[in-house]
């Protein structure tokens, strides 16, 4: 038994050539077809031009510190949001009428306007030019968007050209209206704005007045004066209460004193005696009379004898005298009364009886009453002056205290008016502020707002004086001499270096995946031993044949394959639509153009 | 000295085997040792040479530089066949169409036209024979005839114009192969191809290892094996498990068929 040893293959660069000679069928079935296709691809895919606008963005010629433009976005966004509405179903449209674009894309065309549309779209590029700027007030460099580039490809350079400059020119229209447009919408809202604060202004200053009037007196600048008028009023009330207190005494005094004096005047004879007149003796025996009438009742002897002497006197003096002497004596009643009531209290009898002696001579006085009516002033007035004299400063004293009183209500009402005053001054002074407050915020406000506006309506007159940012036409587009793409050149140069990539990865792929046993070398170092004889392919004639038969269909089948795929290629990207206006056929426009567009030739018209 | 001692004792047991019981009649196949070893009366059939050509055997071959691998391969197989006194070779592959057949046939053709030997090549494919198609041939009977159907020898085998080349070929496709090829009578008849002369070289053409069980059961009655490997088709777990398969009989040596990979340089060494 042999032991057949089974070794690993190592790998020699022989052996990467036999492995490209050997597969080199799998290699060409691989590289022929992809450089087939990359030529057909090179030659077949048509031009396609593209023609370029390019747009500065000037900055605006009156500095910005003078008049601070609306529009403060960056270049970049505004070129992009105005591209947004260049790019507008309306605007598309207006450019596919007047170039009558529906024509010149019919694929598209058939399949709606959107479709056309969005051929415009995909066609146009936007891209921006940008370059270091010293920034004015920082003083470094930045970068900064200072152009931009408008572009259209289409398979017609003609076409291209005029798109472009549809395109450039709705750039242009649409920054000049959308900057004016912000200008003016800045301004307009500004002066709404203003409108309402000025209202919110004049409210206020409405609500302001009222809580004044309200309040007035209790408002905080009055402070001062009030706690002054409290002070005087203070002052005053305590001189008034002063004076009545005086006064009070004074009458206190007078009317003792008033008690004491007789209201008559005594007579006196030569000889300095006190003479009675009929009506002295009788308004003394009237006097003592009273007196004693309140000691004794009525039926007392003493108390009859002198009513009848006081009658009989009364019919001397005239009855006139009835009514004055029981009014005198009244009053003196009354008066001892009160000098009673003073000393005594009210249990005390003398009080008692002369509070009896006083009503009964009231009574009695009603009774004589209406009956006599002479002399009675005469006999009424008191004729002593010091009596006189003593009453007129009580009644002085009495009307004086009277008006005291009255002062000094006033007074302590005013006081306490003051006071109140003085208690609500600090919700007032609260409310107060809050209201200020709310007007000068509102006051402020305003200030803002139309230092604003002033700035609006400046902004909005650059503008409309086209003296802000503003776009200009750099470079018009022209109609491109030179395709855009393809790169023939490099399609083809590319697909060979993929063709042949393809080629040899499939062959490592393959011979990777290849387990079989390979060569002689392999044989024998799996063996261990060489084999005895290595026999090559026999090849018959017939062999020899067919191998030459295979190789001339390939080479054919080759050969037709390239020339239906030239046909196809020519067939299907080949623009055969004739310019706008032009009616020319299309055999004479398309391979007119194929040569121009440049490339390679390669011979397989 | 061995080898006169040897050959003596061969020739003398040949002489006693024709001294031996002669049987003749119809009762049992004729035995070739009956005869003399060296020849049997097959058909003689004349191929024409571009029958042969389009075969790919060697004989035919125009380019006479496609000789030399062959001849390369039947110095070597002579070389190890005598060193080891082994008389009897099979030829089979991994898997079909590695060549194996046509191996075998321009290996005997090789054999037979440069060295003093009796060459018998013998058809054991029995599903699939084709040596015979080789040689634009068919014949009336085949080998299982013979073992089955109790066919003579003569009747079977034939000889393509190539000089001590005797082909005996199948006919029709057997199902049960592989018992007959471990059968008694398939052992007499390898015996009696053998003879006891150390000239006679029995090439057998078996069919793939690995697509059935033959190769195993024949392997008893053969003295080696001849492995023939078909390059850039013939996979290495392919060969493994041939090898395995074949562990326990005397590979000879391995054929790397239709290959590429031939260098001038390997054929200028004839060891002869």
């Not at chain 1, 509070?355 to 007035?381: P, Y």
Request: aromatic share 4%.
């Amino acid at each position: 038994m042999q032991q057949h040893t089974i070794q690993q293959h190592t790998i020699s660069l022989k052996d990467y050539s036999a492995v490209l000679v050997r597969r080199r069928g799998q290699i060409i079935a691989v590289i022929v077809p992809l450089l087939l296709i990359s030529i057909a691809l090179a030659v077949g895919l048509p031009s396609v031009y593209q023609s370029t606008a390019t747009i500065l963005v000037e900055q605006q010629n009156i500095p910005e510190d003078l008049v601070t433009s609306t529009v403060t976005s960056y270049a970049d966004e505004r070129i992009q949001l105005i591209s947004r509405r260049v790019m507008s179903r309306e605007n598309l449209d207006k450019v596919i009428e007047k170039l009558k674009l529906q024509s010149h894309y019919k694929e598209e065309a058939q399949l709606g306007m959107g479709a056309v549309r969005q051929r415009l779209t995909q066609g146009t590029a936007l891209e921006m030019v940008s370059a270091e700027v010293v920034n004015p007030r920082s003083g470094r460099e930045q970068l900064v968007t200072i152009a931009f580039t408008v572009s259209y490809e289409d398979e017609s350079p003609e076409f291209a050209q005029q798109i472009a400059n549809e395109l450039a020119a709705l750039y242009l229209e649409e920054n000049r209206t959308s900057r004016m447009q912000l200008a003016t919408d800045t301004a307009a809202f500004l002066s709404h704005e203003a409108e309402k604060v000025k209202a919110h202004m004049a409210e206020l200053e409405a609500r302001l007045a009222n809580f004044k009037e309200q309040n007035i007196g209790a408002l905080p600048e009055q402070r001062d004066l009030n706690l002054q008028l409290i002070e005087r009023t203070e002052r005053e009330l305590i001189n008034v209460q002063n004076q009545i207190r005086t006064l009070e005494e004074r009458r206190i005094y007078l009317q003792s004193e008033l008690a004491q004096v007789s209201p008559y005047n005594a007579i006196y004879s030569s000889q300095g005696d006190r003479v009675l007149t009929a009506d002295g003796r009788l308004r003394s025996l009237q006097a003592e009379y009273a007196s004693l009438s309140a000691r004794y009742s009525s039926d007392h002897p003493d108390i009859v004898r002198m009513s009848r002497e006081i009658r009989a006197l009364e019919g001397e003096a005239g009855g006139g005298t009835d009514r004055a002497a029981l009014i005198q004596q009244v009053h003196t009643l009354q008066q001892q009364l009160a000098a009673a009531r003073e000393r005594y209290a009210s249990e005390h009898p003398d009080v008692k009886r002369l509070e009896r002696a006083v009503a009964k001579a009231e009574d009695e006085l009603k009774a004589v009453g209406a009956s006599s009516s002479r002399g009675v002033a005469s006999a009424a007035v008191p004729d002593n002056p010091a009596y006189i004299q003593l009453k007129a400063n009580l009644e002085a004293a009495q009307s004086e205290l009277h008006a005291l009183k009255i002062s000094e209500s006033t007074l302590k009402t005013k006081l306490a008016a003051l006071e109140a005053r003085i208690s609500k001054a600090p919700s007032v002074e609260r409310e107060y502020s809050v209201l200020m407050r709310d007007y000068e915020d509102a006051r402020s406000r305003y200030k803002e707002i139309t230092a604003k506006q002033t700035t609006a309506e400046l902004a909005k007159s650059l503008e409309s004086e086209q003296k802000g940012d503003r776009f200009i036409l750099l470079e018009s587009p022209v109609v491109p001499e030179a395709p855009l793409r393809p790169k023939r050149l490099a399609i083809v140069f590319l697909g060979a270096i993929l063709s042949i990539g393809g080629g040899i990865g499939t062959a490592v792929v393959m011979e990777g995946m290849d387990s079989s046993v390979r060569g002689r070398k392999a044989l024998t170092e799996l063996l261990g031993t060489p084999p005895l004889a290595v026999i090559p392919y026999i090849e018959t004639k017939v062999d020899i044949r067919r191998k030459k038969w295979w190789r001339v269909a390939t080479a054919v089948t080759s050969i037709l394959g390239f020339a239906l795929l030239m046909i196809w290629a020519y067939s299907r990207f080949m623009p055969l639509s004739p310019l706008p206006g032009q009616e020319g056929t299309p055999a004479t426009m398309a391979p007119a153009r194929a040569v121009e567009g440049g490339g390679p030739t390669n011979g397989v018209k | 000295m061995e080898r006169i001692k040897k050959a003596l004792e061969l020739a003398r047991q040949s002489r006693m085997q024709d001294q031996g019981t002669v049987r003749t009649g119809e009762s049992s196949p004729p035995r070739l040792a009956d005869r003399q070893p060296i020849d049997i009366d097959g058909a003689k059939i004349q191929v024409p040479a571009d029958v042969l050509e389009y075969h790919r055997i060697v004989s035919g071959l125009q380019d006479r530089a496609l000789m030399a691998p062959y001849k390369m391969l039947r110095t070597q197989v002579l070389q190890r066949m005598q060193q080891s006194q082994w008389t009897t070779l099979a030829v089979t592959g991994p898997r079909e169409n590695v060549g194996k057949t046509l191996t075998a046939v321009n290996l005997a053709v090789s054999l037979a036209s440069s060295s003093n030997h009796a060459v018998f090549l013998v058809e054991l494919d029995l599903r699939r024979p084709s040596i015979h198609t080789v040689f634009g041939y068919q014949p009336e009977y085949g080998i299982a005839e013979h073992l089955l159907d109790s066919i003579p020898i003569e009747k079977v085998a034939f000889s393509p114009g190539v000089e001590r080349l005797t082909v005996i070929p199948g006919t029709r496709a057997l199902e049960h192969s592989s018992e007959l090829l471990s059968s008694p009578a398939m052992q007499q008849f390898v015996e009696q191809l053998k003879g006891r002369d150390a000239r006679r070289l029995c090439i057998f053409d078996l069919p793939p290892v690995l697509m059935s069980d033959d190769v195993l059961a024949f392997s008893p009655l053969v003295d080696a094996l001849l492995l023939v490997v078909e390059d850039g088709k013939t996979t290495r777990e392919d060969l493994n498990r041939s090898l395995e398969l074949i562990a326990d009989l005397h590979l000879i040596g391995t054929v790397l068929n239709k290959s590429e990979d031939v260098i001038k340089s390997d054929y200028s060494y004839q060891a002869y």
